[in-house]
């Protein structure tokens, strides 16, 4: 996995850094404090599986900048931070193609929650924003939960892996980045108890789990 954390505030730069650290290991950061310099890291051949963005830091000229990054992004998602915002600001932002806007006071936890969900395909507005209380991050019908605790998307993933099919052919089948494969198993095993992809698939056979 590879990440491009944008923003000119050192101690917030390395803090999402070391969070990014934790939440993915050995995920690749890049970081860029301006504008021109994320546009010129995302020129680079190297593909990309997350951007986090400062709405504020030089060169953005707000709504301007993130259009631009956006389009440089060529598909990869695109996650706004910001310390302060308005409403129409925000909904802009998720207008010209940002996947989630977060504010920088966000609970560590919530932020972990809302990369996830962005990654796995989805998006996040935090509803401080709009003067309501926060709301937990949003999820699609192929997200929301069965009454064995795993959703549609994570059943049908562990189907397929029982099947023996790699993450790279399931990514293919359900039109997915192999990245958020890789995030929707990694919660699976937790939920399963599982210690890796075999035993999983061992706990699936043996009919523990029924799909």
């Given amino acids: 996995m590879r990440i491009l954390i944008a923003d000119d505030h050192p101690l917030y730069l390395t803090a999402v850094r070391d969070q990014i650290q934790r939440l ?5 950061t890049e970081m860029a404090t301006g504008l021109a310099e994320t546009l010129t890291i995302l020129r680079q051949p190297e593909s990309r599986d997350l951007i986090l963005l400062d709405y504020s830091m030089p060169g953005m000229n707000g709504n301007t900048g993130v259009r ?12 706004v931070m910001s310390g302060v915002a ?7 932002c998720i207008g010209i193609g940002a996947k989630a806007f977060l504010p920088k006071t ?19 507005l935090p509803a401080e924003m709009f003067g309501a209380p926060s709301p937990p991050a949003p999820e699609s019908l192929a997200s929301r939960s069965s009454g064995d605790g795993f ?4 059943r049908g993933i562990m189907d397929m892996v029982a099947e023996g099919k790699s993450n790279k052919e399931i990514a293919r089948l359900l039109n997915l980045r192999e ?26 056979t043996q009919g523990r789990l029924t799909c």
Avoid: C, W
């Fill in 68 to 79: 631009s990054v956006v389009s440089a992004a060529s598909g990869v998602p695109v996650v």
């Fill in 106 to 124: 966000l609970d560590s936890k919530i932020f972990a929650s809302a990369l996830n969900v962005v990654l796995a395909g989805g998006s996040y």
């Fill in 179 to 204: 990245v958020t494969i890789k995030v929707q198993l990694t919660h699976i095993y937790k939920k399963l108890g599982a210690k890796n992809r075999a035993q999983a698939a061992m706990l699936m």
């Fill in 151 to 154: 959703t549609e998307r994570e």
């Fill in 86 to 92: 308005a409403a129409a600001e925000v909904s802009l």
């Fill in 24 to 28: 993915y290991p050995g995920a690749v």
